[in-house]
């Protein structure tokens, strides 16, 4: 079975391919569970044999089976599918549309179902789950998406800006809590059609501020 995504990523373990497409602002989730051959190049006779000196080299064929999942969204279009370093979570982001976007949107996450080998044939994995985490913080019904988005490397925090309330949040893992917000107040930019002097500016808002649209956590150091 094929699956149309706009965006792909693999979760650390190698077991899964997340992907992601939107249409009429709701956004479907592909989870193609692989099962990777302990060798790349087998003889024909027995995966279980290593390659020896004269044998031929055999392609590397991987197995793979997929479930896909509905989440609810008011999405114009994708950006990140985020798996999280221990591979059992993975957290979407996305563009509000440009007018009318719904207010109060919530961060939506996944859940990879479990896979297990079949020798021969794909993987036999369980469906994964979909969920929503609620952000907070004094403005968040003005919240219109989930933009950007990276996990600690540690794996207990993952910071999300957002439309809306030009916020970034905290949320706490595994507890899946909103615990903190930060303005960072990034200034926005002027087109030189509105008087101003960025010739590269597109902005076309009304805001003297702006939601992040990137976000990298930076290692600290430990000494």
Not at 8 to 35: E, N, Q, R, V, Y
Not at 38 to 62: E, I, M, R, T, Y
């Amino acid at each position: 079975m094929a699956a149309e995504t706009d965006i792909l990523a693999a979760t650390t373990d190698g077991k899964h391919i997340l992907g992601a497409s939107a249409s009429g602002g709701d956004i479907t989730l592909s989870d193609i569970g692989l099962t990777i051959p302990k060798l790349n190049c087998l003889p024909p006779a027995s995966d279980d044999n290593p390659l020896a000196l004269g044998d031929p080299f055999s392609p590397l064929v991987l197995e793979t089976t997929l479930n896909q999942a509905q989440i609810t969204a008011d999405a114009a279009s994708l950006n990140q599918v985020l798996p999280a370093p221990a591979s059992n979570l993975a957290f979407i982001t996305y563009n509000p549309p440009a007018t009318g976007a719904t207010t109060g949107a919530s961060l939506p996450y996944y859940r990879p179902g479990t896979c297990q080998p079949n020798p021969g044939a794909p993987p036999t994995c369980q469906p994964g789950t979909v969920g929503y985490v609620t952000l907070g913080g004094t403005s968040a019904a003005e919240i219109t998406a989930p933009l950007a988005g990276a996990f600690s490397p540690d794996d207990t925090m993952f910071f999300v800006s957002t439309a809306g309330d030009n916020e970034i949040h905290y949320i706490s893992l595994p507890s899946l809590t909103d615990t903190q917000q930060i303005s960072p107040f990034l200034p926005s930019c002027v087109p030189v059609s509105a008087g101003g002097n960025d010739a590269g500016c597109t902005y076309s808002g009304t805001g003297t501020v702006v939601p992040a649209s990137a976000i990298a956590v930076k290692p600290r150091s430990t000494t």
